[in-house]
């Protein structure tokens, strides 16, 4: 997972959002067909059944947080004990945006009324501190936490009596969601689906191919997905040989937090052509924190503290009694590694379908996200690190009054923004609720950083933005 980064969509940017399609240094920017569009008329949610939010992260809580404003019946179901339980595997890591960016309007809007005391807009919170001071506030508020219901897996969603190939009625079929939960299933029924699941439980593969083996698989006791509470897992890593696998700043805060420890050997591999790269803008970055990691790691490389090797596509994983060898293809061909003892992965992460099978989706086949989102944030087409304002019409998909928003929304692409987010679920909660022009209004704000990609000391035009 990238922490949530904050960029500006500036309406004086070449990357600023444009009604008509143009042509800017960030390629050419295609309004979805469906966006220049024909006159609408406003959704009509059965009052018999509430919204069903899916996943009580901060996107799913700010879906929670909107009905609740507009006077709306839902329910938010969540697979784990808390909220947010994703966030607390990562709770230790300080976010790059400030709290200015990280909260809710319709949630600060509910708090303030309950006397939360705002936390101070320029200060950069951790994940844990996201947790505690504004989620879990949220979540108890009086006009939310009746309608969340912990612990609850959803299994599966369709449409009541309905099958994914029946058309006849469909629409005015209420949804109806499987859910397991301390081992009994109940169904549940709803007007409209909102799924906040993300994809931080559903990680990407060591390989370079991207495809799971059963020895990585059996590797699990060696293998960290994500980024691990180093403060915590001290004895697992003091003194051992680990390989740090992504280029990302995942990868980066799991090596700056490893080399705090005493004794260990640190293996960086990336599929970046030149370490350079990872380092970003550095000193040059609008966003201070991340400019700080971007120095800190390269200061750790020029030192010899980190041994670097990229770019290196990985393709076998081996155990054997010296420890896990790393076979693949480098810079001087077929190559393999020295042994490690331990492998932290910052690969990415994948969306989970596998219970939105009776659901029909708008999927894009190579991003893996929202369809109409694809062409606005697929990083083999585009540098920039902005993406069009989007709500309600670009999160469509076949099934009406079905939507995937937040993390999930942008498949495995990795530029998701936690601000993008919340726009989108107040878009879609205006248009469920009946409001056309709320739902095609833009109000996405975010903080200018003048940086489109992480390298800034490119002088390519496409990072003019």
């Given at each position: 997972m990238n922490i949530p980064l904050t960029i500006k969509s500036q309406t004086a940017s070449c990357c600023a959002p444009t009604k008509e399609p143009a042509s800017s240094c960030c390629g050419s920017v295609e309004v979805p067909k469906k966006e220049m569009s024909m006159k609408e008329t406003p959704f009509e949610l059965n009052k018999t059944f509430p919204v069903a939010i899916i996943g009580a992260g901060p996107v799913g809580l700010a879906a929670a947080a909107h009905l609740s404003?507009?006077?709306?019946?839902?329910?938010?179901?969540?697979?784990?004990?808390?909220?947010?339980?994703?966030?607390?595997?990562?709770?230790?890591?300080?976010?790059?945006?400030?709290?200015?960016?990280?909260?809710?309007k319709a949630a600060k809007q509910l708090l303030l009324k309950s006397g939360w005391t705002t936390p101070e807009d320029s200060v950069l919170p951790t994940?844990?501190?996201?947790?505690?001071?504004?989620?879990?506030?949220?979540?108890?508020?009086?006009?939310?936490?009746?309608?969340?219901?912990?612990?609850?897996?959803?299994?599966?969603?369709?449409?009541?009596?309905?099958?994914?190939?029946?058309?006849a009625s469909r629409d005015s079929a209420p949804f109806v969601l499987y859910t397991e939960r301390n081992g009994e299933t109940k169904r549940i029924l709803a007007s409209a689906v909102i799924d906040a699941t993300g994809t931080w439980a559903t990680p990407n593969p060591v390989h370079a191919d991207n495809v799971w083996t059963s020895t990585e698989q059996k590797l699990a006791d060696k293998i960290f997905y994500g980024i691990p509470n180093i403060e915590t897992l001290k004895e697992r890593y003091t003194g051992k040989r680990i390989a740090v696998i992504g280029g990302g700043h995942s990868a980066i805060n799991t090596i700056l937090e490893l080399e705090k420890?005493?004794?260990?050997?640190?293996?960086?591999?990336?599929?970046?052509?030149?370490?350079?790269?990872?380092?970003?803008?550095?000193?040059?970055d609008a966003l201070v924190a991340r400019g700080e990691l971007g120095s800190r790691i390269h200061t750790l490389v020029d030192e010899g503290k980190v041994k670097v090797f990229t770019p290196f596509y990985i393709e076998e994983l081996t155990q054997t009694s010296a420890g896990i060898i790393l076979k693949g293809e480098g810079v001087i061909g077929e190559q393999q590694l020295p042994a490690v003892d331990e492998i932290i992965a910052n690969t990415g992460s994948?969306?989970?379908?596998?219970?939105?099978?009776?659901?029909?989706?708008?999927?894009d086949a190579a991003v893996e996200s929202?369809?109409?989102?694809a062409p606005l944030i697929d990083p083999n087409e585009h540098s920039c690190g902005t993406v069009r304002p989007h709500g309600e019409l670009e999160l469509r998909h076949p099934e009406t009054g079905f939507y995937i928003v937040g993390m999930k929304s942008y498949g495995r692409a990795p530029t998701f923004l936690m601000a993008t987010g919340y726009e989108q679920v107040r878009s879609v909660v205006a248009y469920l609720t009946g409001d056309l022009e709320g739902a095609r209004k833009v109000e996405l704000d975010l903080p200018e950083t003048g940086v489109c990609s992480l390298d800034l000391n490119s002088n390519s035009t496409s990072n003019c933005c």
């Amino acid at each position: 997972m990238n922490i949530p980064l904050t960029i500006k969509s500036q309406t004086a940017s070449c990357c600023a959002p444009t009604k008509e399609p143009a042509s800017s240094c960030c390629g050419s920017v295609e309004v979805p067909k469906k966006e220049m569009s024909m006159k609408e008329t406003p959704f009509e949610l059965n009052k018999t059944f509430p919204v069903a939010i899916i996943g009580a992260g901060p996107v799913g809580l700010a879906a929670a947080a909107h009905l609740s404003l507009a006077g709306e019946a839902f329910i938010l179901l969540e697979k784990g004990s808390e909220v947010a339980e994703n966030i607390k595997s990562w709770g230790q890591v300080r976010l790059f945006s400030p709290w200015q960016y990280n909260v809710d309007k319709a949630a600060k809007q509910l708090l303030l009324k309950s006397g939360w005391t705002t936390p101070e807009d320029s200060v950069l919170p951790t994940g844990q501190e996201i947790r505690e001071v504004y989620l879990k506030p949220l979540a108890n508020l009086p006009g939310i936490q009746p309608f969340i219901s912990f612990n609850t897996t959803v299994v599966g969603i369709s449409k009541k009596n309905h099958d994914k190939m029946k058309s006849a009625s469909r629409d005015s079929a209420p949804f109806v969601l499987y859910t397991e939960r301390n081992g009994e299933t109940k169904r549940i029924l709803a007007s409209a689906v909102i799924d906040a699941t993300g994809t931080w439980a559903t990680p990407n593969p060591v390989h370079a191919d991207n495809v799971w083996t059963s020895t990585e698989q059996k590797l699990a006791d060696k293998i960290f997905y994500g980024i691990p509470n180093i403060e915590t897992l001290k004895e697992r890593y003091t003194g051992k040989r680990i390989a740090v696998i992504g280029g990302g700043h995942s990868a980066i805060n799991t090596i700056l937090e490893l080399e705090k420890l005493e004794d260990v050997e640190i293996t960086w591999i990336l599929r970046k052509k030149r370490v350079e790269d990872a380092y970003g803008g550095e000193e040059k970055d609008a966003l201070v924190a991340r400019g700080e990691l971007g120095s800190r790691i390269h200061t750790l490389v020029d030192e010899g503290k980190v041994k670097v090797f990229t770019p290196f596509y990985i393709e076998e994983l081996t155990q054997t009694s010296a420890g896990i060898i790393l076979k693949g293809e480098g810079v001087i061909g077929e190559q393999q590694l020295p042994a490690v003892d331990e492998i932290i992965a910052n690969t990415g992460s994948r969306p989970d379908f596998s219970f939105l099978k009776e659901i029909r989706l708008s999927i894009d086949a190579a991003v893996e996200s929202v369809e109409a989102l694809a062409p606005l944030i697929d990083p083999n087409e585009h540098s920039c690190g902005t993406v069009r304002p989007h709500g309600e019409l670009e999160l469509r998909h076949p099934e009406t009054g079905f939507y995937i928003v937040g993390m999930k929304s942008y498949g495995r692409a990795p530029t998701f923004l936690m601000a993008t987010g919340y726009e989108q679920v107040r878009s879609v909660v205006a248009y469920l609720t009946g409001d056309l022009e709320g739902a095609r209004k833009v109000e996405l704000d975010l903080p200018e950083t003048g940086v489109c990609s992480l390298d800034l000391n490119s002088n390519s035009t496409s990072n003019c933005c």
